[in-house]
């Protein structure tokens, strides 16, 4: 059974830093990718960051400078470093694993809400 669980969500002022955990558990085969989206109320999930296996990552232009991917291959863990948070970016964020089959896997979602 695949798993994706996340964790770090949360409240966080404007201008303030989180850090988003997405373990992956039951992929048997190798992982071509993993990505964060995000979706807001009433709004389209969207491609937050993607990092391809042997690539560079890639970012929204709404998050580029701000927030980092990152990967740990060991664990099967990716990573995504929030920091100068905005309100803008509060939203539901879900981890996205791509099998070399190219079968999606998504996590349950972490609300990060960015609010004074």
């Known amino acids: 059974q695949v798993q994706l669980v996340e964790s770090g969500g949360g409240l966080v002022q404007p201008g303030g830093s989180l850090r988003l955990s997405c373990a992956a558990s039951g992929i048997i085969f190798s992982i071509y990718s993993m990505a964060w989206y995000r979706q807001a109320p009433g709004k389209e999930r969207e491609l937050v960051a993607l990092?391809?296996?042997?690539?560079?990552?890639n970012y929204a232009d709404s998050v580029k400078g701000r927030f980092t991917i990152s990967r740990d291959n060991a664990k099967n863990t990716v990573y995504l470093q929030m920091n100068s948070l905005k309100p803008e970016d509060t939203a539901v964020y879900y981890c996205?694993?791509?099998?070399?089959?190219?079968?999606?896997?998504w996590g349950q979602g972490t609300q990060v809400t960015v609010s004074t």
């Open positions: 990092i391809i296996s042997g690539g560079l990552p």
């Open positions: 996205n694993v791509v099998d070399i089959h190219r079968r999606l896997y």
